[in-house]
């Protein structure tokens, strides 16, 4: 299908473009939301006297999309999820989940809104792109973790997708030492006090009755 850009599309073209797309994407995106208008005569000459309006419109939505983005451009959201001693997760963060954990600190964005290829699902610090304009893009960080404490950890550059790193421990480097001190004196419980005590008995009574 043939549309009519009535803003600039990223890949797409700049307002007033001609453009062809797929009939699903104008359908359920473009025309709905009044991105754009079906390509013939009618709608070009509407177009066309429109400019005007169409551009301060969009100037003015540049200008709003561009003062959220002096607040939100390179802030870091901590998510904490449950995940394996790897790093991998149990689930993971989709384009609903960050739209409602900027929502949660007052910035509301739509879904199309976020450009995410893929969902996250690992640990670690993610960065995501999020679109407010056509011509307005931020990015934002966030702190995938276990636990609060985790992430604090992850921003001072730690990789906890190991337990080595988790815990910070090397089990397989563990010697018999690092469980107890072989030059220490240790003290025998009661039963096994009790256990020699018997035994010395005995060995007199035998001496006595040789």
């Known amino acids: 299908m043939e549309v009519i850009l009535l803003e600039r599309i990223a890949k797409l073209g700049q307002m007033g473009e001609t453009v062809k797309v797929r009939d699903g994407y104008a359908r359920n995106y473009l025309l709905p939301t009044g991105r754009a208008l079906r390509a013939n005569d009618a709608n070009k000459a509407r177009f066309e006297a429109e400019r005007a309006v169409l551009e301060a419109r969009n100037l003015e939505r540049r200008n709003e999309a561009q003062k959220i983005a002096d607040t939100l451009d390179g802030k870091s959201f901590i998510v904490v999820r449950s995940a394996g001693e790897t790093g991998q997760l149990y689930g993971s963060v989709a384009t609903r989940d960050i739209v409602e954990i900027l929502g949660d600190e007052g910035f509301t964005i739509s879904r199309n809104q976020v450009v995410l290829n893929h969902p996250i699902k690992t640990v670690g610090l993610h960065r995501v792109e999020i679109q ?6 931020v990015t934002v960080e966030l702190n995938v973790a276990r636990t609060a404490e985790e992430a604090e950890r992850q921003l001072k550059g730690e990789d906890l997708t190991s337990a080595d790193a988790i815990y ?16 220490a004196d240790y003290d025998l419980d009661d039963e096994e006090e009790e256990t ?3 035994a010395e008995e005995d060995g007199e009574e035998e001496d006595k009755n040789a």
């Open 132 to 137: 407010l304009h056509a011509e307005v893009y």
């Open 196 to 198: 020699e005590a018997s």
């Open 168 to 183: 910070g421990v090397d089990e397989d480097a563990l010697r018999p030492e690092d469980f107890f001190n072989p030059d």
